[in-house]
């Protein structure tokens, strides 16, 4: 009489095979059924995605076309300045009136002018117009500044504007060797040539001074 054979148990690694393709199963389940949730939530946040980066780029393009009409006409506006002043500076005085580098660009086109021109008082007030901007990066500034220190110098500066100039002086900046021009042309303008003259001589005994002020304090040099 045979024996009934008794079914054989799974052994432990069988178990853990099954248990794991069940959990892998219903990992699968999870992640269909999640997709299938939130679906729609994920592909609204595509397009918003995607409309706020087409956005952007849109932007971006139209502020480069637009920074680039604003070089084109300081450029053009620049190159009649001197011809045809009428023309030029209306364009050129609009263009100064934002808040950007090409404003910074246009106002100190107008402010050279004048002040080629003689027009110191001009040319002092779209130098301090720029300076006083806080649109704009402390060199940036700082330039405007001296230049609009130069252009008060030819009748005197102020206390205040004295002061102004030390400070370029003292901060051994960029912008200190233009400092000492301004100095200079205040002491002129102020009557004290001989002490005008022994600052131009100190200067150009040192070997820092470059090339442009060397230049320009030899025929000051000469010329007084």
């Given at each position: 009489?045979?024996?009934?054979?008794?079914?054989?148990?799974?052994?432990?690694?069988?178990?853990?095979?099954?248990?794991?393709?069940?959990?892998?199963?219903?990992?699968?389940?999870?992640?269909?059924?999640?997709?299938?949730?939130?679906?729609?939530?994920?592909?609204?946040?595509?397009?918003?995605?995607?409309?706020?980066?087409?956005?952007?780029?849109?932007?971006?393009?139209?502020?480069?076309?637009?920074?680039?009409?604003?070089?084109?006409?300081?450029?053009?506006?620049?190159?009649?300045?001197?011809?045809?002043?009428?023309?030029?500076?209306?364009?050129?005085?609009?263009?100064?009136?934002?808040?950007?580098?090409?404003?910074?660009?246009?106002?100190?086109?107008?402010?050279?002018?004048?002040?080629?021109?003689?027009?110191?008082?001009?040319?002092?007030?779209?130098?301090?117009?720029?300076?006083?901007?806080?649109?704009?990066?402390?060199?940036?500034?700082?330039?405007?500044?001296?230049?609009?220190?130069?252009?008060?110098?030819?009748?005197?500066?102020?206390?205040?504007?004295?002061?102004?100039?030390?400070?370029?002086i003292a901060s051994e900046g960029p912008y200190q060797q233009l400092a000492?021009?301004?100095?200079?042309?205040?002491?002129?303008?102020?009557?004290?040539?001989?002490?005008?003259?022994?600052?131009?001589?100190?200067?150009?005994?040192?070997?820092?001074?470059?090339?442009?002020?060397?230049?320009?304090?030899?025929?000051?040099?000469?010329?007084?």
């Amino acid at each position: 009489m045979s024996r009934k054979k008794t079914p054989e148990q799974p052994s432990e690694d069988q178990n853990d095979f099954l248990f794991a393709e069940l959990n892998e199963e219903m990992r699968q389940d999870q992640v269909i059924q999640f997709v299938k949730r939130y679906l729609p939530f994920i592909i609204a946040g595509i397009v918003v995605f995607a409309l706020a980066a087409a956005g952007y780029l849109a932007w971006d393009a139209y502020q480069q076309s637009q920074n680039k009409a604003k070089a084109g006409l300081i450029a053009e506006a620049q190159a009649v300045l001197d011809t045809n002043p009428d023309e030029a500076i209306p364009a050129l005085e609009q263009q100064a009136e934002g808040s950007d580098f090409y404003a910074f660009d246009a106002g100190m086109a107008l402010g050279k002018h004048y002040l080629a021109q003689g027009d110191d008082a001009k040319a002092a007030q779209w130098f301090d117009k720029i300076a006083s901007s806080t649109s704009l990066s402390a060199p940036y500034r700082d330039l405007a500044r001296i230049y609009g220190l130069m252009a008060s110098a030819s009748t005197g500066l102020s206390a205040e504007q004295n002061q102004q100039v030390a400070d370029f002086i003292a901060s051994e900046g960029p912008y200190q060797q233009l400092a000492e021009e301004v100095q200079i042309v205040d002491m002129i303008t102020s009557g004290k040539v001989d002490e005008a003259k022994t600052k131009i001589e100190a200067i150009l005994e040192r070997e820092d001074v470059s090339f442009g002020v060397r230049q320009r304090l030899t025929q000051l040099q000469d010329t007084l």
